[in-house]
């Protein structure tokens, strides 16, 4: 009698449209990734592929969301869901003839707001006041941006919150050659807090000024068109040059400066404007790096020939 019963029952299901595989076992409150968030459930006997439905409401009777069959017991959502919002969903199996079983209990999740990613300051860099820069995750509308010489940020010396995808400090980054720590995270709309992003470190390391100037101090052009090379700098973009009359060096906005850029880091620079004959000149260099310009050298003062 009860094996006639469960054949009644299976004729039963079949006619009705319906699988005889079970209702997938799901974890109702299954955390969701931010990073990657992914659905997941136990393999259910019989089953050759599951059909997910997600929904903004527990009852799943308006906006219900149905997913392409998976074959396997789970589902990437990267693209399909939101962050900072809550979804509730379901599977049911389908079995290999096509009939869908009946659907699991719901479940819930949460998507967090995705952290935001730092992209600068990292490691060595040459400037007290950087740039702190990051990648605006979606739905996030501020920031907050923490800096500490400890890495579990347990006092952090400069907190900030901005509107902005960058932070520019004010108040600058106090001592050379020590390690410090960022890090950021974002708030929605409505408050919501994502993760900190992982702390990053960097530590400003003033590059020396550049040495092996030529013209040297004290020496004597040959030309009003003077060639200017010194020792390089690794890493560097380019570099600066300013050249002004000797008897300016100290005026705080000398009438005679130029201002010269060499091609790209070669570590030389031909001056295509002539300069004034017979008149003592001053000359020092800079890198440019590529967060912030680097240390002046000392000046060098040359004199030009006497020539028209």
């Keep these: 009698m009860k094996h006639a019963a469960s054949l009644v029952t299976i004729m039963l299901a079949l006619l009705a449209g319906c699988a005889v595989v079970d209702a997938p076992s799901i974890d109702p409150g299954l955390p969701v990734s931010p990073d990657n968030p992914r659905l997941t459930w136990p393999e259910t006997e019989g089953a050759a592929g599951y059909q ?40 049911r199996a389908v079995d290999f003839d096509g009939f869908r079983g009946p659907w699991s209990q719901k479940g819930y999740f949460n998507v967090p707001l995705r952290r935001p ?15 702190f820069i990051w990648q605006k995750p979606e739905s996030a509308r501020r920031y907050v941006v923490q800096i500490s010489t400890d890495n579990l940020f347990r006092f952090p010396e ?12 004010v108040v600058e980054v106090p001592q050379t050659d020590r390690k410090y720590y960022w890090r950021v995270r974002a708030i929605s ?12 470190e960097f530590a400003v390391s003033m590059s020396a000024p550049a040495a092996g100037l030529s ?37 705080p906005e000398p009438p005679s400066m130029r201002l010269e850029f060499s091609k790209g880091a070669t570590a030389s620079l031909t001056l295509k404007k002539a300069l004034a004959p017979d008149t003592d000149y001053a000359w020092r260099v800079r ?17 030009t020939p006497n020539e028209t």
């Design 52 to 91: 997910v439905q997600l929904c903004h409401r527990q009852d799943f009777l308006k906006n219900v969301t149905t997913l392409p069959e998976t074959e396997e017991p789970a589902l990437c959502l990267k693209d399909i869901i939101e962050h900072n919002r809550t979804y509730f969903w379901r599977v």
């Design 117 to 131: 990613v730092p992209v600068s300051p990292v490691g060595a860099i040459c400037t007290h006041r950087p740039a």
């Design 158 to 169: 400069i907190r900030y919150e901005t509107t902005a995808r960058d932070y520019f400090p």
């Design 189 to 200: 709309t409505d408050g919501a807090l994502s993760q900190w992003s992982e702390p990053v």
């Design 215 to 251: 013209p040297a101090d004290g020496g004597v052009v040959a030309s009003l068109r003077p060639t200017f090379t010194w020792s390089g700098e690794e890493g560097a973009l380019r570099y600066q040059i300013e050249i002004i009359r000797a008897d300016e060096v100290d005026a």
């Design 287 to 303: 890198p440019i790096m590529p967060d912030a310009p680097g240390r002046w050298s000392d000046y060098a003062a040359f004199r």
